[in-house]
């Protein structure tokens, strides 16, 4: 067990330009989320996965935001068109529906910055 | 819509003092769980508590679930630097996504 790994770590970026980050979950859970989260501030739910459906998009994420995960296994979260708004670190976390508790188990994050 | 609060947002102790942290929801929670984040880090899970009432231990830590299972307290015994970070306390959402509600955190600071 790897635990929850995503890539890149640090991504800098020009306004305008798009991005795209991948998380790889703990092989065996199958659900995965993604946040956002800003200096002082706790983690801002972005979206849900369960497998490879998107259950829920949080009202927050604009148009630009879009996440995928195809098999059910890694996920790719791409962000269009950046703007300076978007700096922030993006966290992946997955859990499983195995166990009965809720917690869930967290990457080391990508922090984004758009000059 | 539901929120999770926490007190206070910051917290500066001399090692060795105890410290405690605050957290209340505005609906009532299946469960709370606490996550612990290091500076520069991704919050960790520490634990959850599920029934009412419940307290729980970790050597220095307890953690604590109210009757009414909204709100909740981790009280840390004999600060060590090792407990710096930020405490962040977490209720699911509504529905079934187990989504979790976050609370702002308490960030700790302790002087050697």
């Known amino acids: 067990d790897t635990g929850v790994s995503q890539n890149p770590r640090h991504k800098i970026t020009k306004r305008g330009q798009n991005v795209t980050f991948r998380c790889d979950p703990i092989s065996e859970h199958n659900r995965l989320y993604w946040y956002r989260q800003t200096l002082g501030q706790g983690p801002e739910f972005l979206t849900y996965f369960q497998n490879e459906a998107q259950l829920e998009k949080s009202r927050l994420l604009s148009d630009r935001f879009s996440a995928e995960r195809p098999k059910g296994s890694f996920s790719t979260l791409e962000i269009q068109r950046t703007e300076q708004g978007d700096s922030a670190m993006y966290l992946c976390?997955?859990?499983?529906?195995?166990?009965?508790?809720?917690?869930?188990?967290f990457g080391p994050g990508t922090r984004l910055t758009v000059t | 819509g539901q929120q999770v609060m926490q007190i206070p947002q910051y917290q500066h102790v001399q090692e060795g003092e105890d410290f405690t942290t605050y957290c209340n929801s505005s609906t009532t929670l299946s469960n709370i769980q606490w996550y612990k984040q290091r500076p520069g880090g991704h919050p960790v899970f520490l634990i959850q508590?599920?029934?009412s009432g419940e307290v729980k231990k970790q050597k220095r830590l307890t953690f604590q679930f109210g009757e009414a299972k909204k709100n909740s307290s981790l009280h840390i015994t004999a600060t060590q630097t090792t407990d710096v970070g930020t405490y962040f306390c977490a209720g699911p959402g509504a529905g079934n996504n187990r989504k979790l509600i976050w609370g702002l955190g308490t960030s700790l600071a302790v002087n050697p």
């Open positions: 508590l599920v029934k």
């Open positions: 976390a997955s859990s499983s529906d195995l166990t009965r508790s809720y917690e869930q188990y």
